[in-house]
């Protein structure tokens, strides 16, 4: 993909842009240890950005060498491109350098889908609802807000009536999965992604769909009219932490159902969580009022200091 590759040029006088490399990994460290209160998962996922073929874990220098800031683009699929991670030395702070780092990621994303000769495509990026700086930086570069995310939480509740509601979806299940989804009004909203740990948005094209299906992540809801052969929801999840220092949960990353029936999706969710023996349920959700009120009829709630709200920002490659 990158053998006519033309790296764009730094928009910042004093940083030069460059491959992160193991050499890097205490200076990241160090960012990281005073990111999120030490919580921060840049060193959880070094290795795997740093082999990843198709996207760029990059640096930005300063002119003596040191690692100013680092940020990651990743390819999803073709001509889908994902903005993350960036990074900035808290003593370098207020000098414009997350800035650079952010256009080098757009202009970097134009370059790598110039040189893959795909369609058209999109560069996305998460950030959170109260980051003003981030959201004047987006519309500078011509990102529009396409949706917004809340955090809930529930603890599982067992009912083994609600649970046998869903079942795997198996791959002869697909087609009709992908004609449900065509018709959701959601699916379009929630601009047909999947919202994942670390607060990433993925499109659930047909290939997503086939590989999420064999790792047993998707599971059809039958609790409207208990009827197997039609479809009345869709959940899409997995176990595991999304966070550092958390125990694992039943993470949501797609809900669906036919209209009038989320909040009865979202109980027997937390009747599917106790079989899967953990103490909790998380999502993040799209955030419209039917959707907020179906969830919290459902027993799901928000968190008490009112954090977890996330922005998705989406721009056009030429």
Same mark, same amino acid.
């Given at each position: 993909?990158?053998?006519?590759?033309?790296?764009?040029?730094?928009?910042?006088?004093?940083?030069?842009?460059?491959?992160?490399?193991?050499?890097?990994?205490?200076?990241?460290?160090?960012?990281?240890?005073?990111?999120?209160?030490?919580?921060?998962?840049?060193?959880?996922?070094?290795?795997?950005?740093?082999?990843?073929?198709?996207?760029?874990?990059?640096?930005? #220098?300063? *002119? &003596?060498?040191?690692? +100013?800031?680092? /940020?990651? %683009?990743? @390819?999803?699929?073709?001509?889908?491109?994902?903005?993350?991670?960036?990074?900035?030395?808290?003593?370098?702070?207020?000098?414009?350098?997350?800035?650079?780092?952010?256009?080098?990621?757009?202009?970097?994303?134009?370059?790598?889908?110039?040189?893959?000769?795909?369609?058209?495509?999109?560069?996305?990026?998460?950030?959170?609802?109260?980051?003003?700086?981030?959201?004047?930086?987006?519309?500078?570069?011509?990102?529009?807000?396409?949706?917004?995310?809340?955090?809930?939480?529930?603890?599982?509740?067992?009912?083994?009536?609600?649970?046998?509601?869903?079942?795997? #979806?198996? *791959? &002869?299940?697909?087609? +009709?999965?992908? /004609?449900? %989804?065509? @018709?959701?009004?959601?699916?379009?909203?929630?601009?047909?992604?999947?919202?994942?740990?670390?607060?990433?948005?993925?499109?659930?094209?047909?290939?997503?769909?086939?590989?999420?299906?064999?790792?047993?992540?998707?599971?059809?809801?039958?609790?409207?009219?208990?009827?197997?052969?039609?479809?009345?929801?869709?959940?899409?999840?997995?176990?595991?932490?999304?966070?550092?220092?958390?125990?694992?949960?039943?993470?949501?990353?797609?809900?669906?159902?036919?209209?009038?029936?989320?909040?009865?999706?979202?109980?027997?969710?937390?009747?599917?969580?106790?079989?899967?023996?953990? *103490?909790?349920?998380?999502?993040?959700?799209? /955030?419209?009022?039917? @959707?907020?009120?179906?969830?919290?009829?459902?027993?799901?709630?928000?968190?008490?200091?009112?954090?977890?709200?996330?922005?998705?920002?989406?721009?056009?490659?030429?």
């Amino acid at each position: 993909m990158q053998a006519t590759l033309q790296l764009p040029a730094s928009t910042h006088p004093e940083l030069t842009f460059r491959r992160v490399t193991q050499a890097d990994r205490a200076a990241l460290a160090a960012i990281a240890a005073q990111t999120w209160d030490g919580n921060d998962y840049l060193m959880d996922v070094f290795e795997a950005w740093i082999a990843d073929p198709e996207g760029m874990f990059y640096a930005g #220098c300063l *002119p &003596d060498g040191r690692l +100013a800031g680092a /940020a990651k %683009l990743t @390819r999803f699929d073709a001509g889908e491109w994902w903005l993350e991670g960036i990074r900035v030395d808290p003593m370098l702070r207020g000098q414009g350098i997350g800035r650079a780092i952010h256009a080098y990621g757009v202009a970097l994303a134009e370059a790598l889908h110039a040189a893959s000769g795909e369609g058209s495509a999109e560069v996305r990026f998460c950030t959170d609802i109260g980051n003003a700086p981030v959201h004047r930086m987006a519309e500078t570069f011509q990102f529009r807000q396409v949706a917004q995310f809340w955090r809930y939480s529930a603890r599982v509740q067992p009912s083994a009536a609600l649970a046998e509601t869903f079942r795997p #979806c198996s *791959p &002869d299940q697909l087609p +009709a999965l992908r /004609a449900f %989804l065509d @018709r959701s009004p959601h699916y379009a909203a929630v601009q047909a992604s999947t919202f994942e740990a670390r607060w990433q948005c993925r499109r659930l094209t047909d290939a997503r769909l086939r590989s999420l299906s064999q790792q047993g992540m998707i599971w059809l809801w039958h609790g409207i009219q208990h009827d197997s052969a039609h479809i009345d929801g869709v959940l899409i999840g997995y176990v595991g932490s999304p966070y550092r220092q958390m125990p694992p949960e039943f993470n949501l990353t797609y809900l669906d159902a036919r209209t009038g029936g989320l909040a009865s999706i979202a109980r027997a969710a937390r009747a599917l969580g106790a079989l899967l023996d953990v *103490p909790s349920l998380r999502h993040m959700l799209l /955030a419209r009022g039917e @959707r907020l009120v179906a969830l919290e009829q459902a027993g799901w709630r928000r968190p008490k200091d009112d954090s977890g709200k996330a922005c998705l920002f989406s721009r056009p490659l030429n």
